[in-house]
């Protein structure tokens, strides 16, 4: 389960990158049927990931335990940067690609942390495939107007991502089957 929700995920994601690929669906199928079947498939994608996840498969990976120290403070900084590239602040405008810099952090934080092969596969897969997507951005370029960057946005970017973290720290056996020591 968890290997082909690894290629229903992350194999359609890497094949929207390639430009040809992508625009040769899109001429093909309507707009909104493209989004809700790439939607539907990244979800159970994610479920079977989910599903399938199992931390017994240990390898010889090296774990940095200063990492786990610091994590709160990797995964508040991922936590901005992903709110960030969504609202009209100064984050967005200062960093060119916010999204890519909070999910790297985000994967890079639990491969430091995690020494299992199913952890390695999948967050390897989501920075593998963020900075794939950061280097072919430009060929993807929407034309949208931004709107003028706005202090308060950067300020409810900090408060949402405080929220978040302190969240996603007492709830995390909860939410992802994963207690954190």
């Avoid at 899109?26 to 990244?42: D, E, K, N, R, V």
């Avoid at 280097?135 to 107007?145: D, F, I, Y």
Wanted: glycine share 10%.
């Amino acid at each position: 389960m968890f290997y082909m929700g690894l290629c229903l995920f992350f194999g359609p994601h890497g094949l929207m990158l390639i430009q040809p690929v992508r625009q040769r669906i899109q001429t093909f199928i309507p707009t909104a049927l493209y989004l809700g079947l790439f939607s539907l498939m990244s979800l159970f994608g994610l479920g079977l990931i989910s599903a399938g996840y199992d931390p017994k498969f240990a390898i010889e990976a090296p774990v940095l335990p200063w990492v786990g120290i610091l994590s709160p403070w990797l995964m508040f900084a991922a936590f901005f940067f992903l709110i960030a590239a969504n609202v009209p602040g100064w984050t967005r405008y200062r960093v060119q690609h916010p999204m890519t810099l909070g999910i790297s952090l985000w994967a890079l934080t639990h491969l430091a942390v995690n020494p299992d092969l199913h952890a390695w596969l999948m967050f390897g897969c989501f920075f593998v495939l963020v900075v794939a997507s950061a280097l072919t951005a430009s060929g993807r370029q929407k034309n949208n107007p931004k709107p003028a960057p706005r202090w308060i946005f950067d300020g409810l970017t900090l408060g949402l991502a405080s929220g978040l973290t302190f969240c996603v720290y007492t709830f995390h056996g909860a939410l992802f089957g994963v207690e954190l020591s």
